[in-house]
């Protein structure tokens, strides 16, 4: 599990009556590729297609692997935009520069998209992640990196290299770290047929919340990111009547080192199922057959971060909430 230190989209409540529990980003970690990448991409060389099924959508992303040479400056974790490791004990990733202010209203951006393995469903909600860091010697810090998900294919020729949109999945917080990857999550619900996903900066210079944050002066007009584990998990549907009061239940104790218990309201005795996710939204365990009106929750196997748990019957979601394990 990534460092708890990444900094956490806060998620919507999740409804998982109908969940699949499937990626539906294919090579979301950038491992596999047809060829090894051999240096930064160009307008005549946009190496990030050597990930398997991931394409420029504008600009000259990049594309970086274990498997190239550390002269290449591509290499995983030695590139020339500084030291840093998959985000999820892979070997790639892919990069891109999110902001430039390098002359005023420079809208530059750099964008990578990928055809999902599955269209959205009309009405579903979807849970979509992503990793991001910050790459040394870029100074500029930027919130507004997103996810943007559509029925056409985004593909600017360049030197276009702004799409302007609004995403559904935006971070809001400034994201400068550059040693932890940082995790950008939240819930979208689909109008249907979204086939396609796109990762950028959809903000203008003049809109988009940047940061001067410092890095070593090589390209100090100019914000850099690294990409990684992304995913986009089917999480259920909107028709299912849904309770989340959290008046409804509390959890203690939260963090926990060693147990916790869930209480809540459960007057009727009904069936319940506790599903618990990590922040990649996997399922890391369920406990089946409640009846009473609290479930303990154990430790055990539980590496320390924060997960988030589902309380639900055969027709309803209870409650969900958040714990944060030592």
């Known amino acids: 599990m990534p460092d708890m230190k990444i900094i956490l989209t806060i998620l919507t409540f999740l409804t998982l009556t109908l969940a699949t529990g ?3 980003v294919t090579n979301g970690g950038f491992e596999t590729y047809s060829l090894c990448p051999t240096t930064k991409s160009t307008s005549g060389n946009l190496q990030i ?11 000259t992303p990049d594309y970086y692997n274990a498997c190239a040479g550390i002269s290449t400056g591509v290499n995983e974790p030695y590139s020339n935009f500084g030291y ?22 420079n809208d530059d951006r750099e964008y990578i998209y990928t055809k999902l393995i599955d269209t959205l469903k009309a009405g579903h909600k979807y849970l979509a992640s992503m990793y991001v860091s910050r790459a040394d010697g870029w100074d500029y810090a930027v919130a507004t990196i997103g996810m943007l998900f559509t029925d056409t294919v985004i593909n600017l020729i360049y030197p276009q290299s702004f799409i302007s949109a609004i995403p559904q999945i935006k971070n809001t917080t400034v994201l400068s770290d550059t040693l932890n990857w940082m995790l950008i999550q939240d819930t979208l ?3 249907g047929n979204e ?25 100090s007009s100019f914000g850099y990111y690294f ?47 506790l599903t618990l996710y990590n922040n990649c939204g996997q399922i890391v365990r369920t406990i089946n057959n409640i009846t ?4 303990v929750i154990q ?25 944060a394990v030592d």
């Open 227 to 273: 990409i990684d584990g992304v995913s986009v998990i089917d999480i259920g549907t909107t028709s299912i009547n849904q309770i989340n009061s959290k008046s409804l239940f509390q959890i203690y104790p939260n963090p926990t080192s060693d147990q916790s218990t869930l209480q809540f309201d459960n007057t009727k005795a009904e069936l319940c199922t």
């Open 292 to 295: 009473s009106d609290q479930v």
């Open 84 to 105: 840093q490791q998959d985000c999820c004990g892979g070997s790639g990733y892919a990069g891109g520069f999110m902001i430039s202010r390098f002359a005023t209203n």
């Open 299 to 323: 430790k055990n196997n539980l590496t320390s971060g924060l997960y988030y748990f589902v309380l639900r019957t055969s027709d309803r979601v209870i409650v969900t909430g958040k714990l």
């Open 195 to 219: 086939t396609y996903l796109t990762i950028g900066n959809f903000n203008t210079s003049a809109t988009c919340d940047s940061v001067n944050v410092g890095g070593n002066g090589t390209h």
């Open 22 to 24: 499937q990626n539906l």
């Open 49 to 59: 297609a050597y990930a398997n099924g991931w394409h420029a959508a504008a600009s």
């Open 189 to 191: 619900t689909a109008i």
